[in-house]
């Protein structure tokens, strides 16, 4: 089974920039979907992006929140997936999850390996 590792998180001002990465073994993130969730205290895991590899080629997803801000890659040879944040804001302040899945989704239920998440702080 697959382990994954993220990293990358910390503090940062309002409209800063931000890279998450997630570091996978035991498994190649081609195998699977991969996405990245996030989650504040109190509330459910929220969906961010999803990115999964197809014959038609690389297919992404957005959540509404970060469209247009954020960015989610894939590194086949280093076998890690990416998040980089862009224009930061303070509701983005949350613990980020980089998870992958058998199957193509935004439901945090279908994903099955999960790292152990990386706080990410917005200063406003």
């Known amino acids: 089974q697959v382990q994954l590792v993220e990293s990358g998180g910390g503090l940062v001002q309002s409209g800063g920039s931000l890279r998450l990465s997630c570091a996978a073994s035991g498994g190649t993130v081609s195998s699977y979907a991969t996405g990245w969730f996030r989650q504040t205290p109190g509330k459910e895991r929220e969906f961010v992006a999803r990115i999964s590899h197809s014959w038609s080629g690389v297919n992404t997803l957005y959540a509404d929140a970060v469209k247009g801000r954020f960015t989610i890659s894939r590194d086949y040879a280093k076998n890690t997936m990416y998040l980089q944040m862009n224009s930061l804001k303070a509701e983005d302040t949350a613990v980020y999850y980089c998870?992958?899945?058998?199957?193509?989704?935004?439901?945090?239920?279908?994903?099955?390996?999960w790292g152990q998440g990386t706080q990410v702080t917005v200063s406003s």
């Open positions: 998870a992958a899945s058998y199957r193509i989704s935004r439901d945090p239920s279908e994903y099955t390996y």
